[in-house]
C-alpha cells in the first residue's frame, strides 16, 4: 500500500486521468474530491461490501421456475 501525505488543496493523480484532491480537513474528517472519467465506478468501501454481499445472498436463492411460468403467461 503506498502512504502518501497531502494537505487541503493538494492532490493525487492515478493514471492520467483519476484526481484526488483534499478539499479540506476538519473534526478529523478529510474531505476529498474525485475527478474521473464517467466509466469509472466510485463508492465508498462500506456501500461497496454491502453490494456485493447483497449480490451474494441474490445468488444463493433457489427459483421456483414452475410458478415464475405463470407469472409470464399470457391470458
Same mark, same amino acid.
Given at each position: 500500500? =503506498? &502512504? =502518501?501525505?497531502?494537505? $487541503?488543496?493538494?492532490?493525487?493523480? /492515478?493514471?492520467?486521468? #483519476?484526481? #484526488? !484532491? #483534499?478539499?479540506?480537513? *476538519?473534526?478529523?474528517? &478529510?474531505? =476529498?474530491? /474525485?475527478? $474521473?472519467?464517467?466509466? &469509472? *465506478? ?8 454491502? /453490494? *456485493?454481499?447483497?449480490?451474494?445472498? $441474490? %445468488? !444463493?436463492?433457489? =427459483?421456483?421456475?414452475? %410458478?415464475? !411460468?405463470?407469472?409470464?403467461?399470457? !391470458?
Amino acid at each position: 500500500m =503506498l &502512504v =502518501l501525505s497531502r494537505r $487541503a488543496n493538494e492532490s493525487i493523480m /492515478i493514471g492520467n486521468d #483519476i484526481e #484526488i !484532491k #483534499i478539499l479540506g480537513i *476538519e473534526e478529523g474528517k &478529510v474531505k =476529498l474530491g /474525485i475527478e $474521473a472519467p464517467k466509466d &469509472v *465506478e466510485i463508492c465508498r468501501r462500506e456501500i461497496y461490501i454491502e /453490494i *456485493e454481499e447483497e449480490n451474494i445472498t $441474490a %445468488s !444463493k436463492q433457489q =427459483l421456483d421456475i414452475e %410458478s415464475l !411460468k405463470g407469472i409470464f403467461t399470457q !391470458k
